[in-house]
């Protein structure tokens, strides 16, 4: 009977919300609560060192710097250079077919540069230091309509000026193929250009030599001494007896 009436009250407790445990879990729950935390604290130095380190920088900058900005304008530049030369035609060419063009490209523009620097006057590029021609390419025309250009090659001579004397030596043999209308003479002219225009194949292979002689002479501001004038100067008296032959024939 006892047992059923510990039961009984049991039940009531249940149903009726009598807490029979209330004063454990309370002072187990009040006591959990009013414990005091331990504060952290942080070595203030080690946090200003991860401050300046970059490797915790985790913001991006909006500022980059000059040499970035120059590859990001160079990269462009290359994509519009090639996109400008293929067009949609890249689009539909093979891989291996695109970059072969590309270095073919290349190559066409390296050779296009080469051409122009030896078109024009290398010593002026590459060597002011040099002294610098008493001819001028302006005062051609002038020297050989107007000037005694055997009297100015013993000048140089003289002067042992022997790069310029080949210089003028040049220039009356031009003036001779004139005279002679073996070319049709103009300042604007290349020394390629008289060449097509000589028929006379004698005439025409002497002036190959004199000619290729003259420009690694005068442009490549190569430097000759009195042995190596004499040498030369017979390739432009053979041009001109050649001259003279023809014009007795």
Same mark, same amino acid.
Request: no cysteine.
């Given at each position: ?10 039940? *009531? ?40 380190? &970059? ?10 710097? %000059? %040499?970035?900005?120059?590859?990001? %304008? /160079? ?6 250079? %090639? ?25 066409? !523009? @390296?050779?296009? @540069?080469?051409? /122009? ?12 230091? &040099? ?21 100015? @090659? ?9 790069? !310029? ?11 001779? !193929? ?28 002497? *002036? ?8 690694? @002479? ?10 190596? *004038? ?20």
């Amino acid at each position: 009977m006892r047992k059923l009436k510990h039961i009984k009250w049991v039940i *009531f407790g249940l149903f009726s919300g009598y807490p029979f445990y209330g004063k454990t879990m309370n002072k187990d729950s009040t006591a959990y609560y009013q414990e005091t935390p331990e504060p952290l604290y942080f070595d203030e130095e080690k946090l200003e060192s991860y401050r300046r380190s &970059k490797e915790f920088n985790y913001f991006e900058s909006d500022s980059e710097s %000059w %040499w970035t900005s120059f590859k990001k %304008w /160079l990269h462009d530049v290359w994509l519009w250079f %090639w996109d400008g030369i293929f067009g949609n035609l890249g689009l539909n060419m093979p891989g291996w077919l695109l970059e072969l063009a590309k270095y073919v490209v290349l190559l066409l !523009l @390296i050779l296009l @540069i080469i051409w /122009l620097v030896v078109r024009i006057n290398p010593g002026e590029l590459f060597l002011k230091d &040099k002294k610098q021609p008493a001819v001028l390419l302006s005062e051609e025309e002038n020297i050989i309509q107007n000037e005694d250009i055997s009297e100015l @090659i013993q000048h140089a001579v003289q002067e042992k000026d022997y790069r !310029l004397a080949i210089r003028y030596y040049y220039l009356l043999i031009l003036k001779q !193929l004139r005279e002679n209308k073996l070319i049709d003479y103009r300042a604007e002219k290349t020394n390629g250009e008289y060449f097509n225009e000589i028929r006379q194949k004698p005439i025409r292979g002497q *002036f190959e030599r004199i000619t290729r002689l003259y420009e690694f @002479i005068w442009y490549g501001y190569f430097s000759i001494d009195q042995k190596q *004038f004499m040498q030369f100067s017979g390739e432009f008296k053979e041009m001109e007896n050649r001259i003279i032959q023809e014009n007795n024939a």
